[in-house]
């Protein structure tokens, strides 16, 4: 594949000239020989075809001039060949015309289909490595329809910008030199009149639509938004009898669209009868002239149809011209979200002279560390943390107190603010964060499953993953039997989000993809505290065989499922107020042994 064109950004929406000049490297692949070729071959064809597509009518002028008689000053040719022969000359010209034209979309379509294979690719790379900041507040309806108008547009744009305006310019050039030069200036002055006329009125209307399609495409999003989290909290919306609200919240979205979408048509009717208005008094001034050279003989019946044919192609392309605008500037519109969401910077990116990060045991340490997720609102406030290689340290403490935000930054989906935070001596920030996330196994709390095979979603923890493997880990994991009581067994579908399994089981297969990945670090972010009691006690048999011989944080709430752990750290407002073993802690009688005395009750009235 040829190298990646850059994308520039700019502050603010992007515009349209930022927008082309992001699409031209793709035409002109850099270091792709076989697709420059394409790309000079097509355009060779293009110009023979517009050539071939001017001649045409003067062949037509030929065969009607023998037709009628009219026999002064008659070229050889039209005596060598006659009517018959002038009509079928006529005839191939126009094939020839089209023939060229498909041939060169056949020569180009490789080079173009390249082009979006390559930008949906890019797009698809930049948004995984967009930040976690960046993936929580994104609108999933949104983004996609962002994404595929803008390919769409990127692939109109391509084919306007290589065969559109300059084949446009070339063959209304050609015709008003050939006017000019057989019938006169007077011919030239009107029909260029009358170009400069219609492209002035397309393109102050078409500025006027653009701002009408902009809102259309804003409430087109928000009603497949609407819909795409509507259908995704099938549940939620079931379990709140709020089909009649889901429906009637949507049509109000689509109403916006509906709005929006008619008065985009009837500024299209606009447009159209206001271009046919200029067009045609443009053909009727100049057959009029036409009419008038032939009734006092300085023109012949022959000049008379060529006039009308040049006028007739000359339509052709100002009605293209028209709609080549304004696609035009609707694809911009279409692609500058996309190609803004290009733009977007990575908060988090590798260091230039990024290391590869060597793993010799696993010992994690947090050094005076502050990070907030608002500057107005501080989470970790001078954090210290030891977690010794090969040991189980746990961290506890109350909602908002940080503890999944120490998970965020081990995996670097956010830096921190100050401080460091080291692995086995190596400061996070200077590794390779592909190299750091190899390094990390994580069960969250809720785990998520693609919607495929049990088998893909546990082969998912290592690449090329062996059945064998695969069923090591489940066995680990102990779900191996549940999997085989499955009708399909291990090729059976979770559906989306792994709806189909229950919690446990979702736990389960999430472990055991995290066993095959077998990191030397493991985080366990409240990866039971969404389960009942039976169901947790059967996973954390799971999760301490998971452990084993690793370096482990756990980060909990139910305190009685990191009693064994070698070290519990209890997390208040980002700060590290009481630390040591279960025992010690409770012997304290600090905050530690007063959340262990509430849960307790907790356990009591539940038993």
Known sequence: MSPRPSITSSKGPENGWSVVKNVAPYLWPKGNK?????????????ISAKVISV?????????????????????????????????????????????????????????GQAALRQLALQTFQHIHALSLRYHLTRKTGGLSRIIERGVKGVAFLLNIMLFGVFPLILELSMVLIILWLTFGFSYLSVVAATIAAYVMYTIKVTEWRVKIRKEMNDQDNDANQKAVD?????????????????????????????????????SLAFLNFGQSVFITSGLISVMVMAAIGVQNSSMTVGDFVM???????????????????????????????MFGLLGQPAEVVDAPDAKPLQVTGGALEFKNVDF??????????????????????????????????????????????GGSLMIDGQDVREVTQKTLHAAIGVVPQDTVLFNDTVRYNIAYGKDNATFDEIVAAAQKAQIHDFI?????????????????????????????RTLLKDPPILLLDEATSALDTQTEREILGALKAA???????????????????????VLEKGQVTERGTHEDLLARHGKYSAMWAAQAEDREEVA
Do not use: C, W
């Open 230 to 266: 509507s259908l995704l909290n099938y549940e939620t919306v079931k379990y709140f009898n709020a089909d009649a609200r889901e429906i009637a919240r949507y049509d109000t979205a689509m109403a916006a669209y509906e709005k929006a979408a008619v008065k985009t048509e009837y």
């Open 55 to 111: 001649t045409a009518p003067y062949l037509y002028k030929l065969a009607v001039d023998v037709l009628s008689g009219d026999i002064a000053q008659k070229p050889e040719m039209m005596l060598v060949f006659g009517a018959v022969g002038l009509t079928v000359a006529y005839g191939l010209a126009r094939l020839m015309t089209n023939g060229f034209q498909q041939l060169r979309d056949a020569i180009f379509a490789p080079v």
């Open 34 to 46: 076989p697709a420059r070729v394409r790309v000079v071959l097509a355009l060779i064809v293009m």
């Open 547 to 569: 452990g084993e011989g690793r370096t482990v944080i756990t980060i909990a709430h139910r305190l009685s499922t990191v009693a064994d752990a070698d070290e519990i750290v």
């Open 307 to 337: 006039v009308n044919a040049y006028m007739i192609q000359i339509t052709m392309p100002l009605n293209f011209l028209g709609s080549m605008y304004r696609n035009i500037r609707q694809s911009l519109v279409d692609m500058e979200e």
């Open 372 to 417: 907030a997720y608002d500057v107005e609102r501080p989470i970790l406030r001078g954090l210290n943390l030891s977690v010794p290689a090969g040991k189980k340290v746990a961290v506890v403490g109350p909602s908002g107190a940080g503890k999944s935000t120490i998970g965020r930054m081990l995996f670097r989906f956010y830096d921190i603010a």
């Open 484 to 512: 085989l009581s499955l009708p399909n067994g291990y090729e059976t579908q979770v559906g989306e989000r792994g709806l189909k399994l229950s919690g446990g089981e979702k736990q389960r297969v999430g472990i055991a």
